[in-house]
């Protein structure tokens, strides 16, 4: 999902900062699901054993957890957490607004330096 912020930005510049960012692996996608699992529920008691609620999830209803994480991730696409780019990879959306800012910033710096030396060539011509 296209996230409209990034609408102020071209194909080009997207592309630059996703060869700087490193796409989020499943392994980090879940555990941020774990988290926040494990922060709406309670852990789950059973004797004088507790047990994560993601964990216990994930060993009884591998389905269950499979179909919430993946509403998980449309959740956080949806709301502009979550940001994939055209490859299908996944990055933090606010990682990913930090490296477009800076890359804005860069050539922004870039240009006005530019016409800078063009104005200083310009007047050693005269």
Same mark, same amino acid.
């Given at each position: 999902?296209?996230?409209?912020?990034?609408?102020?930005?071209?194909?080009?510049?997207?592309?630059?900062?996703? +060869?700087?960012?490193?796409?989020?692996?499943?392994? %980090?996608?879940?555990?941020?699901?774990? =988290?926040?699992?494990? &922060? /709406?529920?309670?852990?789950?008691?059973?004797?004088?054993?507790?047990?994560?609620?993601?964990?216990?999830?994930?060993?009884?209803?591998?389905?269950?957890?499979?179909?919430?994480?993946?509403?998980?991730?449309?959740?956080?696409?949806? +709301?502009?957490?979550?940001?994939?780019?055209?490859? %299908?990879?996944?990055?933090?959306?606010? =990682?990913?607004?930090? &490296? /477009?800012?800076?890359?804005?910033?860069?050539?922004?710096?870039?240009?006005?330096?530019?016409?800078?030396?063009?104005?200083?060539?310009?007047?050693?011509?005269?």
């Amino acid at each position: 999902m296209k996230h409209p912020k990034t609408a102020l930005f071209t194909k080009d510049q997207l592309d630059r900062v996703f +060869d700087d960012l490193k796409p989020l692996t499943t392994c %980090e996608m879940e555990a941020a699901f774990n =988290e926040n699992v494990d &922060a /709406l529920h309670n852990d789950v008691a059973i004797f004088n054993y507790s047990y994560l609620p993601s964990l216990v999830l994930y060993e009884t209803d591998p389905i269950a957890y499979k179909s919430e994480f993946l509403a998980w991730v449309d959740r956080n696409l949806d +709301d502009g957490t979550l940001f994939e780019s055209s490859d %299908e990879k996944f990055y933090w959306y606010s =990682e990913v607004e930090e &490296a /477009l800012e800076a890359q804005d910033s860069l050539d922004s710096s870039l240009d006005q330096l530019s016409r800078m030396m063009d104005m200083e060539a310009a007047n050693v011509q005269m």
